[in-house]
């Protein structure tokens, strides 16, 4: 290890004497407090923080891989042009030793750099986030910057399989001249179908969802949850939205609440904020849809409906 910190110690005194460290920590730390001030956000939350991390994190990114790039060829050539290549070879030293010391050099190099520009980045979103309106900061500090666990409704992969087998089955019956390539192919499409009834709600129909909270639904008791929902439409609208209506609860058995209708966009994900205590005794959340347009909607499994639960803040 001796060796490889040495290895990595001349990594370090090569990028100051390129002054590269210092100029890339500039260009950093400028770009992290620059661009946030010179772009304007739309005043809520949710626009003030994607401002703020897209554009820093994006440039955070290009400067580091810069950098990594530029070091490491530069280093390398400088060595090898002043022989300080040559006189560490000649040394009892692994050559996998003297490219790792490098490369563990470059990495702490990298390390000091997003720390440097990670605490300009919180800093700054500190500062800014205090000029926000109480509201925003409320949904900054409980919906934004909130480490979330998803909960999602178990896939019936036995319940697709065993349908489309039975359906398979009658297809072969009907027609039993099918090849092998065909049968393939006509396998694909049944089980397409059957995810199909799983996934549609048509016009006029209801889809329910049965979430299983667990052993967490004793912690979560006096908290809010988070509806994470995605939706497609074989139709368009001439509004660019669907109308629907969520009901969440079982009558007679646990709490009930309604959203009334909202009109929400396909093929985006949508976030709705649901009162707590919603749940049953064995701590299953039923999540109701009605869909009142005169077109299907299609809610994709896995992704088309998630409850997410808090687990505490980012950062405090």
């Given at each position: 290890?001796?060796?490889?910190?040495?290895?990595?110690?001349?990594?370090?005194?090569?990028?100051?004497?390129?002054?590269?460290?210092?100029?890339?920590?500039?260009?950093?730390?400028?770009?992290?407090?620059?661009?946030?001030?010179?772009?304007?956000?739309?005043?809520?939350?949710?626009?003030?923080?994607?401002?703020?991390?897209?554009?820093?994190?994006?440039?955070?990114?290009?400067?580091?891989?810069?950098?990594?790039?530029?070091?490491?060829?530069?280093?390398?050539?400088?060595?090898?042009?002043?022989?300080?290549?040559?006189?560490?070879?000649?040394?009892?030293?692994?050559?996998?030793?003297?490219?790792?010391?490098?490369?563990?050099?470059?990495?702490?190099?990298?390390?000091?750099?997003?720390?440097?520009?990670?605490?300009?980045?919180?800093?700054?979103?500190?500062?800014?986030?205090?000029?926000?309106?109480?509201?925003?900061?409320?949904?900054?500090?409980?919906?934004?910057?909130?480490?979330?666990?998803?909960?999602?409704?178990?896939?019936?992969?036995?319940?697709?399989?065993?349908?489309?087998?039975?359906?398979?089955?009658?297809?072969?019956?009907?027609?039993?001249?099918?090849?092998?390539?065909?049968?393939?192919?006509?396998?694909?499409?049944?089980v397409e179908q059957v995810k199909a009834a799983y996934q549609l709600v048509p016009p006029g129909y209801q889809r329910q969802w049965n979430i299983d909270l667990g052993l967490r639904a004793?912690?979560?008791?006096?908290?809010?949850?988070?509806?994470?929902?995605?939706?497609?439409?074989?139709?368009?609208?001439?509004?660019?939205?669907?109308?629907?209506?969520?009901?969440?609860?079982?009558?007679?058995?646990?709490?009930?609440?309604?959203?009334?209708?909202?009109?929400?966009?396909?093929?985006?994900?949508?976030?709705?904020?649901?009162?707590?205590?919603?749940?049953?005794?064995?701590?299953?959340?039923?999540?109701?849809?009605?869909?009142?347009?005169?077109?299907?909607?299609?809610?994709?499994?896995?992704?088309?409906?998630?409850?997410?639960?808090?687990?505490?803040?980012?950062?405090?």
């Amino acid at each position: 290890m001796q060796r490889l910190f040495a290895i990595a110690w001349l990594t370090w005194k090569a990028a100051l004497r390129f002054r590269l460290f210092l100029v890339i920590a500039v260009l950093l730390i400028a770009s992290v407090i620059g661009l946030p001030i010179l772009i304007k956000d739309d005043g809520t939350a949710r626009g003030f923080t994607q401002i703020l991390l897209t554009y820093t994190l994006s440039t955070i990114t290009a400067l580091l891989g810069l950098s990594t790039l530029w070091l490491s060829c530069g280093t390398l050539a400088r060595d090898i042009e002043e022989c300080q290549m040559q006189m560490l070879a000649v040394k009892p030293i692994a050559r996998w030793q003297i490219w790792l010391g490098k490369w563990l050099g470059i990495l702490t190099l990298n390390a000091v750099l997003l720390a440097l520009t990670g605490a300009c980045i919180y800093g700054l979103l500190e500062w800014r986030a205090k000029k926000l309106p109480a509201v925003e900061q409320a949904v900054l500090n409980n919906e934004i910057l909130v480490a979330r666990g998803s909960l999602k409704e178990n896939i019936p992969t036995d319940e697709i399989e065993r349908d489309a087998a039975q359906l398979l089955q009658e297809r072969l019956q009907k027609n039993p001249e099918l090849t092998r390539a065909d049968l393939t192919e006509v396998r694909k499409q049944i089980v397409e179908q059957v995810k199909a009834a799983y996934q549609l709600v048509p016009p006029g129909y209801q889809r329910q969802w049965n979430i299983d909270l667990g052993l967490r639904a004793k912690l979560l008791r006096g908290q809010p949850l988070q509806l994470r929902v995605k939706f497609n439409s074989a139709e368009k609208s001439p509004s660019g939205t669907f109308v629907g209506e969520w009901f969440i609860g079982v009558p007679q058995k646990t709490k009930l609440w309604r959203s009334g209708p909202l009109s929400l966009a396909p093929d985006t994900f949508h976030e709705l904020t649901i009162p707590p205590d919603l749940f049953d005794e064995n701590g299953v959340l039923t999540i109701s849809f009605i869909n009142p347009n005169n077109t299907a909607l299609l809610f994709p499994l896995g992704e088309g409906m998630e409850v997410t639960v808090s687990r505490g803040r980012l950062w405090s």
